[in-house]
T-cell receptor, first 113, second 114 residues
């Protein structure tokens, strides 16, 4: 158990809908990262937050957004969903702004029908 | 940009066989290198890491040496077990576009048969 929790575990929704994925980092970790894992794209970095502020952006679509709250939990919002957004979404956390050692949550499997 | 290339899978080995999964990287500066493991239905777990040239990371019988001259970080284990069956990801952490970012390889699936 990494100490990172993600909810929900599974999510099934329809095209055009909006969903919110939630992540709680390990106790004391200030950085949260979001990744998308799909069969064709592999593991792609989406975005990093550090202590409530956006720190780095990767291959995140404009339809996606994220935020980190004062209690350090984070939410990833996915809107206008398309079939191609079906994937595993992982959250990871690290103690500092450095990406060197990240602890991954179990993931949320999103299925868009 | 930064990139990681690892050998295609799946790799199928008999129990107690020797394992090598090749990984090479391209990065500017001095990246840190990692191996992560993903067991079925779970998230990634850090297996080992090395932060500078010639460092050897090791954990649970797995080893990898940071080779700057060949830009490689190959994963090895002397005797694999059925419980090692998983997907292994090579990764690097380096600065790109002004911030530090982790880049993952595509993953190598290992299947160990009794």
């Amino acid at each position: 158990d990494s100490g990172v929790t993600q909810t929900p575990k599974h999510l099934i929704t329809a095209t055009g809908q909006r969903v919110t994925l939630r992540c709680s980092p390990r106790s004391g970790d200030l950085s949260v990262y979001w990744y998308q894992q799909s069969l064709d794209q592999g593991l792609q970095f989406l975005i990093q937050y550090y202590n409530g502020e956006e720190r780095a952006k990767g291959n995140i679509l404009e339809r996606f957004s994220a935020q980190q709250f004062p209690d350090l939990h984070s939410e990833l919002n996915l809107s206008s969903l398309e079939l191609g957004d079906s994937a595993l979404y992982f959250c990871a956390s690290s103690a500092t702004i450095s990406t060197d050692t990240q602890y991954f949550g179990p993931g949320t499997r999103l299925t868009v029908l | 940009g930064n990139s990681v290339t690892q050998m295609e899978g799946p790799v199928t080995l008999s129990e107690e066989a020797f394992l090598t999964i090749n990984c090479t990287y391209t990065a500017t500066g001095y990246p840190s290198l990692f191996w992560y493991v993903q067991y079925p239905g779970e998230g990634l777990q850090l297996l080992l890491k090395a932060t500078k040239a010639d460092d050897k990371g090791s954990n649970k019988g797995f080893e990898a040496t940071y080779r700057k001259e060949t830009t490689s970080f190959h994963l090895e284990k002397g005797s694999v077990q059925v419980s090692d069956s998983a997907v292994y990801f090579c990764a690097l952490s380096a600065y790109s576009g002004g911030y530090q970012k982790v880049t993952f390889g595509t993953g190598t699936k290992l299947q160990v048969i009794p």
